[in-house]
């Protein structure tokens, strides 16, 4: 544990050390409670209150738009391991099962693309953004956002007027919702242990310190081996949290000032080597590549609970313009930040209230994760290639006397040539004669000098290392005026302020690994007939390319914004209307530096050439000159919604809206460099505001004993531009060798297109309570949707092989995604979870639960012909709650009940790609976690 981890641990338990006596004498100054918990009883669906998405508080029932909550208690018996776990029980949000771990997921709602990340969901931590800006390379909003018992409810608002009150809520908006003081002392205690390792403390303590003053401190601290077995401490950290609420005698006045520190570290899994049976033709649209899940089976590595990761892998060397560092793939994702808020409002006379919101984020976050290439081979296999690519076609092209060019050594270390005959870095053409002329092949060996056995599958590794700076402050003013007109009104004018900072150092490797269960870093070196060593070694510790692409970028972004809704109930109250608009700018000021300037680091007093030499390090991309960009980007947005009561317990519901998403932080890094790309002679000019049009109604019925919510909603999607780059392989600029067209010659072509999303859809949410079976309850939510692609079409050029694989020529493939499914997304989606209490009609104080979801096919891509059909999957989910006595709870879950080896998503299969065998096809992909066990005991009162 470092020194940060162990300060930010003493602070954490300062805070609470500090508080608890406080609260606790506090809470002997007033009325003594016998317990401050209240009873366990059913909750009316109906009279669920939300504050989300709304200026003044209402139910789910009488809500003029889309709305979700689950409970404290809910979110414990789901036992969710991440943000984006939590977010999958919501209708009409994929978050891809959670595997990539406990932090940086992806998510999508209704159908919005699957661009990485939380674009379309901002996450809300009691009504302002965690990070203004959800969408920044590296930097997840569920890196941010983490629950623990502090959390009272979790609310997600889709459309509406979540576009109109908050930024960025273009799909949905989520609110975490805080636990604050109440009149009486309130805490707990939970201890969680899994079988993968982990250990998990969460905590809080809550309650009045006087007469106006409310307090509540908490969070968590946890460590685990990994859920996947990286054969080290995998994840370790955890956050504190607390806020102070002050409340005027005659509840006018309110202060809140809260603070959240974060410093964790979590794990990032990615996909793994898979091989499926043969086929022979690319997949099409009309007839895509299906994959049976039967049929799938691994390469090394197990899909439960394996992983790239090992203790012999964990640490490698990156070099760059910094020199040379050791990489701790142990630091995983790494928070470490602090989030201070303070908010307040004041009700006025005649109808007035003004109330305001400031919250500051600093930080900084690191991001060490290891992505798997699609190159798996037996050892004898990939080194042959390695020979073929590294050895002989520059060795062969210099000995012809260059009537070839060193165009695979170009491709493969991105060497630039410095004659006509090229030459390799500062090697001499006499020397790479010298050396490898004289090798008869490519050899593996691992750190210890052993060699690779030629039954050892090898691959690539590619670790994308990222540091990030970043600090967001956000400022929300309001002025409510409540009056009568036809009905009553509850008028809101606001105004938003934002400026946030972001600067992400950036840099790739490319490392050479075994597959196996403990993967290990392979050195290539080229050997003699003897087995000697030849020439330079190919690689550095593992690494082929030590320190490859990337950016380094600083961007500087200020928003503005306004906004209007009315509230306005009328007929008796059974009709509400939701009325509003927001106007908001974002200004940007951008400088992004390519990693592209490539350098030889051959360190001084190395003979080059030599056996003490390698070729790793002749070729380090440092950062070029910068990329600029300052724009101001503007959007508007409105959205009118209305919802009619008919009784207590029924209501309907209709809304429309055209939302619009300024650029990312992802989106800005990648203009800087739009103004280097021509079309048709001038700069691209990309549009870059998204919008979507909504349209939604349902009807909601909700009583005691049974719930039914029905939406169907239209969502028309028009996002920014996109550029096509392509070669054109018909310009006589092309050069020629051997009769074959040098693809890298002929000029490249930019196309402009947009890959627009149609979908309609529904979504049922239902529950039951059957009075003939007291203390069984069945909920569930079902999704069906049919997102389309609208226009993308684009020009790519593709390669003519012969049976053995070599490139014969080029043609142009012309690509439309014009009426495909979106990449990721399933058609159909099914949320399940009954419960059972057998304290109602028994003295046994039980309840067991159990959880089935399901999820249609998906594609893997919709943007080339390789179309890939990934198949549907389902997880069950079990567990069982044991109330040892009126304080005290145990609770056991769990996950993936069956052990189901499913992919969330994976790449393209490709027809000419074959298993290290030869009798399959591989590729790679992203398996579920397998089966778990967790287990918590908790103290509440």
């Known amino acids: 544990m470092n020194d940060s981890m162990n300060r930010y641990i003493t602070r954490s338990a300062a805070l609470a050390i500090c508080l608890a006596p406080a609260l606790v004498f506090a809470q002997q100054q007033d009325k003594p409670a016998a317990d401050s918990r209240p009873t366990q009883e059913v909750t009316d669906p109906a009279a669920v209150v939300i504050v989300t998405g709304v200026t003044k508080t209402t139910t789910k029932k009488n809500a003029a738009f889309s709305i979700n909550t689950l409970g404290a208690e809910e979110i414990q018996r789901l036992a969710p391991m991440s943000t984006a776990d939590l977010l999958n029980n919501f209708p009409g949000i994929y978050a891809e099962g959670s595997s990539a771990g406990e932090a940086s997921n992806n998510i999508t709602v209704r159908g919005l693309p699957v661009t990485g990340g939380f674009r379309y969901a901002p996450q809300l931590i009691d009504g302002l953004p965690a990070f203004e800006e959800p969408d920044a390379p590296f930097l997840n909003n569920d890196v941010f956002v983490r629950d623990d018992l502090m959390t009272e409810s979790v609310e997600l608002v889709k459309g509406g007027p979540g576009g109109i009150l908050y930024s960025n809520g273009l799909g949905a908006t989520v609110n975490h919702v805080t636990r604050t003081g109440g009149e009486h002392l309130a805490g707990g205690y939970k201890i969680e242990y899994a079988d993968y390792g982990f250990v998990r403390h969460d905590a809080f303590i809550s309650g009045p310190l006087g007469k106006n003053l409310t307090g509540a401190v908490g969070g968590f601290y946890r460590r685990s081996d990994g859920i996947r077995d990286t054969g080290y401490t995998a994840d370790r950290g955890g956050q504190v949290r607390g806020n102070l609420v002050y409340t005027s005698d005659d509840r006018k006045t309110m202060l809140r000032a809260d603070a959240l520190v974060i410093n964790d570290r979590t794990a990032f899994y990615q996909n793994l080597p898979i091989s499926v049976p043969r086929f022979t033709n690319s997949g099409t649209p009309a007839n895509p590549t299906v994959i049976n899940q039967d049929t799938i089976q691994p390469i090394g590595i197990d899909f439960a609970h394996g992983t790239t990761a090992s203790p012999y892998n964990r640490y490698f060397n990156m070099i760059g313009e910094y020199g040379s560092r050791t990489i701790d793939q142990?630091?995983?994702v790494h928070p470490d930040f602090k989030i201070l808020t303070l908010s307040g409002s004041q009700e006025l006379a005649d109808g007035w209230k003004v109330s305001a919101g400031l919250r500051h984020t600093t930080g900084s976050s690191g991001f060490n994760g290891v992505f798997t290439g699609n190159d798996t081979a037996t050892s004898t296999n990939f080194l042959n290639a390695r020979y073929q690519n590294d050895v002989v076609s520059p060795a062969h092209g210099a000995a012809l006397g260059c009537n070839l060019t060193n165009a695979k050594l170009i491709g493969f270390f991105n060497v630039p040539a410095n004659n006509a005959c090229g030459s390799f870095a500062n090697i001499s053409r006499e020397d790479f004669i010298r050396n490898y002329s004289k090798a008869a092949g490519v050899v593996g060996r691992y750190a210890d000098g052993s060699a690779v056995p030629a039954s050892v599958n090898l691959n690539f590794l590619i670790p994308f290392i990222a540091d990030t700076q970043a600090r967001s402050t956000s400022l929300d003013l309001k002025t409510q005026k409540s009056f009568q007109l036809q009905g009553s009104h509850d008028l809101t004018l606001g105004v938003y302020k934002s400026r946030y900072h972001y600067a992400p150092n950036f840099q790739q490797a490319l490392l050479v690994s075994d597959v196996t269960s403990q993967s290990r870093l392979v050195d290539l070196i080229a050997v003699d007939a003897q087995g000697n060593q030849v020439g330079p070694s190919l690689t550095q510790g593992g690494a082929i390319l030590p320190g490859w692409g990337g950016f380094v970028s600083n961007i500087q972004a200020d928003g503005n914004a306004a906004y209007l809704l009315d509230h306005w109930e009328t007929m008796g109250n059974k009709l509400k209307i939701d009325a509003g608009v927001r106007w908001q700018n974002l200004k940007a000021d951008v400088a992004r530096r390519d990693r592209t300037v490539l350098t030889d680091l051959t360190p001084a007093g190395t003979l080059v050439g030599s056996t003490g030499d390698t070729t790793a390090d002749n070729e380090v991309s440092f950062p070029g000159d910068p990329h600029r960009l300052k724009q101001t980007y503007h959007g508007f947005g409105w959205s009118l919604g209305g919802?009619?009561?008919?009784s207590k317990s029924m209501a309907v519901y209709a809304l429309a809206s055209n939302s619009f998403r300024l650029p990312s932080l992802g989106d800005l890094n990648d203009l800087s460099t739009a103004g280097a790309t021509v079309v048709n002679g001038s700069p691209v000019?990309?549009?870059?505001?998204?919008?979507?049009?909504?349209?939604?109604?349902?009807?909601r019925y909700l009583t005691r004993g049974f719930g039914a919510s029905v939406a169907l909603f239209y969502n028309k999607f028009s996002p920014r531009s996109q550029v096509n780059i392509y070669r054109d392989i018909q310009s006589a600029a092309c050069s020629t060798l051997g009769?074959?067209?040098?693809?890298?010659?002929?000029?490249?072509?930019?196309?402009?297109?947009?890959?627009?999303?149609?979908?309609?859809?529904?979504?049922?949410?239902?529950?039951?309570?059957?009075?003939?079976?007291?203390?069984?309850?069945?909920?569930?939510?079902?999704?069906?949707?049919?997102?389309?692609?609208?226009?993308?079409?684009?020009?790519?050029?593709?390669?003519?092989?012969?049976?053995?694989?070599?490139i014969t020529g080029y043609h142009y493939l012309q690509i439309s995604e014009d009426g495909r499914r979106p990449r990721r997304l399933p058609k159909v989606m099914v949320n399940f979870t009954p419960s059972f209490d057998l304290k109602a009609l028994t003295d046994i104080p039980v309840s067991v639960y159990a959880q089935y979801q399901y999820y249609g096919s998906r594609f893997s891509e919709a943007s080339d012909n390789n179309v890939t059909l990934y198949p549907s999957y389902y997880i069950v989910n079990a567990g069982a709650a044991y109330q040892i006595s009126e304080r005290w709870h145990a609770r056991l879950h769990v996950a993936n009940l069956t052990n189901q080896l499913s992919f969330t998503e994976g790449d393209p299969l490709f027809n000419d790609l074959l298993s290290p065998d030869g009798t399959r096809n591989r590729g790679v992909a992203q398996p579920l976690f397998g089966r778990t066990v967790r287990f918590s005991l908790s103290y509440m009162f």
């Open 739 to 806: 009769g074959v067209t040098q693809i890298n010659s002929c000029p490249e072509v930019a196309q402009l297109y947009k890959r627009g999303v149609q979908n309609v859809g529904t979504e049922v949410e239902l529950s039951w309570r059957p009075a003939a079976v007291e203390g069984l309850e069945l909920k569930g939510n079902v999704v069906l949707q049919n997102p389309k692609v609208k226009g993308a079409n684009y020009t790519v050029t593709q390669e003519d092989k012969d049976e053995k694989g070599v």
């Open 330 to 332: 142990a630091d995983g």
């Open 643 to 646: 919802n009619y009561s008919f």
């Open 685 to 699: 000019a990309v549009s870059a505001v998204e919008h979507i049009r909504q349209y939604e109604g349902g009807l």
